[in-house]
C-alpha cells in the first residue's frame, strides 16, 4: 500500500501509518517546511523508530504534488486542510495522485484554530469531485473518509 501524508509536520502521526502499512507498504511524509521535516528526521532516528524503514520524507506543496496520477492507496491529513490558501486546487491534486477507488481522509479535532465543522469538510471534498465514503468521531474530532473516482 502506498501512503502520502499531506503536511506530515514533525511526524506525530507518520510513524503509526508506516507501522501500519506493514514491511511492503511505502509512507511518503510531505511538508512544505524543511524544518518540519528535519524534525521528522530526527524522530525517525530515535530508538524507538530505527527499525522504520518504509518513510519517505519529501519536500513539496500540495498544490502542486510531486508524483505521477494514480500513485496513492490512501492520502491522509490531520489538521491541514482548513490551513492551506487553495483547498479546491489542493484537492483535486489529492484526487489527481490518487488511484481509482483510493481514500481520502480528513482528520479535524479542536482545539485546531482553524477546526472546520464536519459540513464544511464534506462539502470541500465533494465540491472537488470526492464521494464520500464514511465519517467518524464527534463535535470536538471527526475524520471524514471520501473516495476518488475518476473521470470518465
Not at 503536511?7 to 518540519?36: H, N, R, W
Not at 477546526?115 to 471534498?125: A, R
Request: proline share 5%.
Amino acid at each position: 500500500m502506498r501512503i502520502l501524508e499531506v503536511g506530515c509536520g514533525s511526524g506525530a502521526f507518520t510513524t503509526f501509518a508506516a507501522k501500519a502499512s506493514g514491511i511492503k507498504g511505502e509512507v511518503y511524509a510531505l511538508d512544505i517546511q524543511p524544518k518540519m521535516l528535519l524534525q521528522l528526521k530526527k524522530k525517525l532516528s530515535r530508538p524507538e523508530n530505527r527499525d522504520i524503514k518504509n518513510i519517505k520524507l519529501v519536500e513539496g506543496d500540495v498544490h502542486k504534488l510531486p508524483f505521477d496520477d494514480n500513485s496513492f492507496d490512501l492520502v491522509y491529513t490531520v489538521t491541514v486542510l482548513q490551513e492551506l490558501p487553495d483547498r479546491n486546487r489542493a484537492l483535486k491534486e489529492i484526487k489527481r495522485v490518487l488511484k481509482p477507488g483510493g481514500i481520502l481522509a480528513v482528520t479535524e479535532f479542536l482545539p485546531d484554530p482553524d477546526y472546520p465543522l464536519k459540513s464544511t469538510t464534506i462539502k470541500l471534498g465533494e465540491k472537488a469531485g470526492f464521494v464520500l465514503d464514511k465519517v467518524e468521531g464527534n463535535l470536538w474530532n471527526y475524520t471524514v473518509r471520501f473516495k476518488a473516482q475518476k473521470s470518465m
